[in-house]
């Protein structure tokens, strides 16, 4: 349960339809019955004045933000101290996983400029494929998930990719 950051009285109640998710599920373990040992890469790449940075997500969790103790660095003025975090959300029927991004710390504190996911403002986002996340005014993210390191999306030949 998360706290307002407005009111510490208020808390949040994040709700998902179980239809949705029980769709997802079942294609996820589809999925994983045709592909067994397929390996899935999770990557961060982060637009930062015309330049590419690529992030291997292999961690369970991921803090991002301007401080220097974050796990992902984002030097920018319209980022906050401890802007969001990434979690990683297991899949226990397929063993499988994805991403899930928060705005704010740890603690419940929301970022000052907000965390907004395919132009529209979020405060939790289960990443999908090919999802843009825009940290503050300049700095964009792309999170791709695929089996392939020859992915075009990435064009690992000119980015070298990181892992944390």
Known sequence: MLHSPNSPEEEYTIAFSRKDKKAASTARNIEALIHPNRQTYHILAIEIDQKKQLISLEDATYTIGRHKANAIVLDDQTISRNHAFLLRIC??????????????????????????????????????????????????????????????????????????
């Open 91 to 164: 899949d226990v029927n397929t063993k499988q996983h994805t991403f899930r991004i928060i705005d704010g710390d740890l603690n419940g504190k929301r970022s000052q400029n907000g965390l907004w996911v395919n132009g529209k403002r979020s405060f939790i986002h289960d990443l999908q494929d090919h999802d843009v996340v825009s940290f503050g005014e300049h700095i964009h993210a792309t999170y791709v998930s695929t089996s392939s390191l020859t992915d075009p999306r990435i064009d690992i030949e000119e980015n070298k990719v990181q892992s944390l």
